[in-house]
């Protein structure tokens, strides 16, 4: 537990995105507990459009993920030692009281034990990250959003009376976002995400778009520069706007909340409409889903098949029966219960 109450305070989740989603409610949380504290973020580049105006936060702190790596494979390991101090100096330079490793890796462990800080809390892990921790404790996965980080705050004593999720955008991103978002309210789709358990088939997919737009809808498909191709094939011949991997991710998420809903497999844009509010319906089959989200205008769908959540080890022969099972039809029934 914490010894004493602390000045300076780093919270580390550097990725992915759905996870600092889920996780940015422990900024509110440590802060009502500890008004005059300042609380830094350590993350990824990648994730940074999320935390910059996070209410609360200090600073977003960059672990320069990607130059270690090329230093690594080109084998300049004398360069990546001094690196690794230069960064080593920089975060004992902030004299940290108490470090959260909300990631729960061995990597993150790591990087807790580079800030010097007395007091280095996470989570269990199977990855040898003790060595690197004062404290852990398990994870506590329930059916509750943001469960083990909402688990971690009571642990620590801090206030979680109101846990929500926030997105901290840059005023500039969402201002880009309105700049080109459709003057008609539209409804963001959100078909992509990590591993091939986790999507939803194709042919649900334009049965769903085209519904949507026979019902007078706007559909807008958002996704990564990395699902461009697959996003070409699904959205071919269909009445949607294909913004996929069109922008950064700040803009993204400001055109996720600017939207009159969001219909998204287990992915971190549609994380983001539950954290802005907006209507949302979440499509689970192979990870364990949050059941309970705390908001009215929210619906998950989950079949919970014997075999589910398989999570990276799925049984089906690379059916996805989980998925398969989700209809068009139930997925437009959800959505019109919510607008």
Not at 148 to 172: C, I, N, P, Q
Not at 281 to 299: I, K, M, W
């Amino acid at each position: 537990m914490i010894a004493t109450e602390p000045k300076r305070v780093l919270i580390i989740r550097l990725s992915a995105i759905g996870d600092v989603v889920f996780a940015s409610p422990l900024v509110a949380a440590c802060k009502k507990r500890y008004p005059e504290a300042d609380i830094d973020w350590l993350s990824e580049g990648v994730v940074r459009p999320l935390l910059t105006e996070l209410p609360g936060l200090n600073k977003v702190i960059l672990w320069p993920r990607q130059e270690w790596q090329e230093l690594w494979r080109e084998k300049r390991f004398l360069v990546l030692f001094s690196a690794v101090a230069a960064f080593r100096r920089k975060l004992r330079a902030r004299n940290y009281d108490l470090v959260i490793d909300a990631q729960g890796l061995l990597k993150s462990a790591f990087l807790a034990w580079l800030t010097g800080s007395r007091q280095r809390i996470g989570f269990k892990s199977k990855e040898p990250n003790g060595i690197f921790l004062t404290e852990r404790y398990e994870k506590s996965i329930t059916s509750r959003i943001s469960s083990e980080y909402l688990a971690l705050a009571d642990t620590l004593g801090w206030d979680t009376s109101s846990f929500e999720m926030v997105l901290g955008l840059s005023a500039s991103d969402d201002a880009r976002a309105t700049d080109v978002a459709p003057e008609a309210p539209y409804v963001v789709v959100a078909p992509f995400t990590t591993r091939p358990q986790k999507h939803w088939t194709q042919a649900h997919w334009r049965t769903l778009i085209g519904r949507l737009s026979d019902a007078g809808h706007q559909v807008v498909c958002l996704g990564g520069p990395g699902d461009r191709e697959e996003a070409a094939t699904l959205l071919d011949g269909l009445p949607v706007l294909n913004w996929v991997g069109n922008y950064p991710l700040g803009v993204s998420a400001g055109l996720v909340k600017q939207a009159a809903g969001v219909i998204g497999v287990d992915t971190g844009l549609t994380h983001m409409g539950i954290a802005a509010g907006i209507p949302t319906v979440a499509l689970f089959g192979s990870t364990c889903p949050y059941l309970e989200t705390g908001r009215d205008n929210v619906r998950v769908i989950y079949h919970g098949l014997e075999c589910a959540p398989c999570k990276r080890s799925p049984t089906c022969a690379g059916r996805f029966d989980c998925m398969v099972g989700i209809t068009a039809d139930e997925a437009l029934s959800a959505f019109n219960k919510l607008v």
